[in-house]
């Protein structure tokens, strides 16, 4: 069989602990015997960007920039206790938030469903994908505790002096103020990715906020969202027979509760942050979930959405057998390699990135999965793989169907 061909390369980055070792498998087992793989690789393992002063992180970035789709490996988040076991010469940022900052992107999850992994839903029957909007609001906030008797006020003072003044209390005791923001561009850039995603997805997208309470500050994100979805997307998302759906966060949480999913949920800030760890339990696993950055014009980096799995790589070290989970991983790099083969048109590529996932899905449905999900399927005696048993289960019904 010749191996499939690639035009433009995807950005690799490589990343640490676990996760770079189930890498190297998924490579060799999964990608290297089937496609003539063409990467431009960017070693992100803490030690390589210690080394380059987390130069790397911001060359990876900006080859995602140039190329428009990376894969990306988990990686360590330095905190004092791996500045300490690394010896790092200082506390760098964590990469995602570098890379995010670079893309001016969107981070979307998107759980991957299995029969025998089974939401706490019933009715979840398709993915129900969200997006945080990472900027601002009450994790930008200034806040004040109020000691006593006195006036509150919200002043904005223009560059040319005009002061604009609100008052927002008058305290007869102690109590708490607080004063957050947003940008109308980092709003706009947001709503571009939301829109474009649900479109690579072909996916309805629902975006709420509480905007009858709060008229001006949420109303503000409506009113961007409406104004570039009818400027600038109504017609792309008519032509693939998908909606954009406003609503108040309120209603929106009832309605998902009552939806089967395969839908595309953009949250405000605090939202998101509630709502998708709400979601990624509910929906079973968190080794069973993908992660994608997006840019507003349009650049994609795929990633899985748990971290370096630490604790199985000290034992993995330690010679122990470790049955850690690779599936989000793998769909890591089937949706760089789907959506390369789309913007390339290369539909061998493409099919490719869907006979892998069913060969992934049809695994575990079998009853092959790794101890994580072992723990909780609910399909009868399943068989627990180690961390590379279960990747060579995965390759044997992909040469099956290719
Ligand atoms: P983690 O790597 O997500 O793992 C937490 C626990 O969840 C694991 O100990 C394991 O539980 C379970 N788990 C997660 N993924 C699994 C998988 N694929 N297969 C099987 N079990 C899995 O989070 P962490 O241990 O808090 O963080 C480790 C490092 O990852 C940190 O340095 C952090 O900075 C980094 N991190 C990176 C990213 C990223 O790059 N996107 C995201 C989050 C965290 P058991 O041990 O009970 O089996
Ligand atoms: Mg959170």
Redo the contacts with the bound molecule.
Sequence with gaps: MSKIAMKTPLVEMD?????RI?WKMIKDELLLPFIDLRTEYYDLGLEYRDETDDQVTIDAGNATLKYGVAV????????PA?VEEYGLKKMYL???GTLRAMLDGTVFRAPILVKGIEPCVKNWKKPITIARHAYGDVYKNAEIRVPGPGVGKLVFTAEDGTVTEQTIFRFEGPGIMQGIYNLDESIESYARSCFNYALSVKQDLWFATKDTISKTYDGNFKKIFETIYEEEFREAFAKEGISFFYTLIDDAVARIMKSEGGIVWACKNYDGDVFSDMLSSAFG???MMT?VCVSPKGVYEY??????????YYRHLKGERT???????IFAWTGALRKRGELDELPELVRFADVLEKAVTDTIESGVM???LAMITTLPDPVTKDSLGFIQAVRERLESSL
Excluded at 15 to 19: F, P, Q, Y
Excluded at 72 to 79: E, G, H, M, S
């Design positions: 990343g640490d602990e676990m996760t189930l990306k490996c988990a990686t360590i988040t330095p905190n791996r964590s990469p995602n696993s968190l080794a992660s990633e899985a959405a748990h971290g370096t799995v630490q604790r199985h049955s850690t989970n690779s599936v989000a991983t790794t101890g994580d």
